[in-house]
């Protein structure tokens, strides 16, 4: 696209291709009947969205990236993963899988914050996703049940100087120019923010009669760090900077049931986060302009950075009926 109207950035102009050959291999093995094995290795491609070519400069950061620009180019993210695995069955009608994970991302693209509603989208070198997955199910007579847990190590694989201004060792590193003070040093092996590393899943189902079934679930997830703090760095000083930049781990209870009333109709209740456990469920780092009272500080210097922290949904309850075709 050409905008003739504007011939300086920003402006509309744009020419963007994308292309790649993905390849892929796969394996499995039965090596009994009761236990198969696999392994694979596969290449994928994401070219960035026109949300994130929109977004894309640096000196014209967005507050709602959702406009086309004359923004800087960005590259595909290429991703390489290998995995490898088992599964089988136990006795008891139990069934189990175990398998491990590496995922290399080149040119993957991040959302740097420049402020607290503002940001731009940039590649950055490589990332790395690797973990294991463990999983068992089984059914004893009216009751199955189902137990999923997932360790995921997420990495930054390259070293950058990337915007920071509201975390705590901004213009602290050597490694990054004296004439950009809001950055921050992010160095191979720092863990990617928004990425808890556990998480768990349990869930149970009870038949408590042909047409009654009951059933409850717990999803529990570790702590994360706060988007702008990619160098894990951050720490709360009491004064100036405020919060932890990490968003602590969570578990809610889900509770559900089904009642069949014939003829196609059917009753539904669920009850969500039951405890009404207080939780949040993403995080960043940003300038806080309220004081404690919630008045507006005009004076900038009074701002304070905060971990901001996005809540999950309270107890919430549903109660229905609704009619299946063909039943």
């Not at 950061?61 to 290998?82: G, I």
């Not at 408590?208 to 409850?216: K, M, P, Q, R, V």
């Amino acid at each position: 696209t050409i905008d003739l109207l504007t011939t300086t950035a920003p402006n509309l102009d744009g020419d963007h291709l994308y292309k790649k050959l993905n390849p892929a291999l796969g394996l499995t093995w039965q090596v009994s009947p009761a236990l198969n094995a696999y392994a694979g290795f596969s290449q994928g491609n994401r070219a960035p969205t026109p949300i994130e070519l929109g977004c894309a400069d640096p000196a014209n950061p967005c507050s709602l990236p959702n406009s086309m620009a004359s923004d800087p180019y960005l590259k595909q993210v290429v991703a390489r993963t290998l995995e490898a695995g088992l599964r089988g069955k136990l006795a008891g009608n139990m069934e189990w899988n175990a398998g491990v994970y590496r995922t290399v991302s080149s040119d993957d693209i991040l959302f740097v914050g420049t402020s607290t509603s503002a940001g731009y989208f940039t590649n950055f070198g490589q990332t790395r996703r690797q973990g294991i997955e463990l999983g068992l199910s089984g059914e004893q007579g009216r009751v199955n049940w189902r137990i999923n847990y997932s360790y995921l190590q997420a990495t930054f694989q390259s070293e950058a100087c990337l915007l920071g201004a509201n975390n705590s060792t901004r213009g602290t590193s050597a490694q990054c120019p004296i004439t950009s003070p809001n950055e921050i040093y992010v160095q191979k092996g720092n863990r990617i923010p928004g990425l808890p590393a556990h998480s768990l899943k349990l869930a149970a189902n009870w038949r408590a009669s042909d047409s009654l079934h009951l059933g409850a679930d717990i999803q529990a997830f570790s702590g994360q760090y706060a988007r702008g703090n990619e160098n894990n760095q951050h720490q709360a000083d009491g004064a100036n900077y405020l919060g932890s930049g990490r968003l602590p781990g969570y578990a809610i209870l889900n509770l559900h049931g089904n009642l069949e009333l014939g003829a196609g109709w059917e009753m539904f209740a669920r009850l969500n986060n039951v405890f009404d456990k207080r939780y949040g469920t993403a995080a960043a780092l940003a300038e806080n302009p309220f004081d404690n009272n919630g008045t507006f500080q005009n004076d900038s210097n009074d701002w304070k950075s905060e971990t901001f922290i996005a809540p999950g949904a309270p107890r919430a309850a549903w109660l229905g009926v609704r009619y299946r075709f063909g039943k």
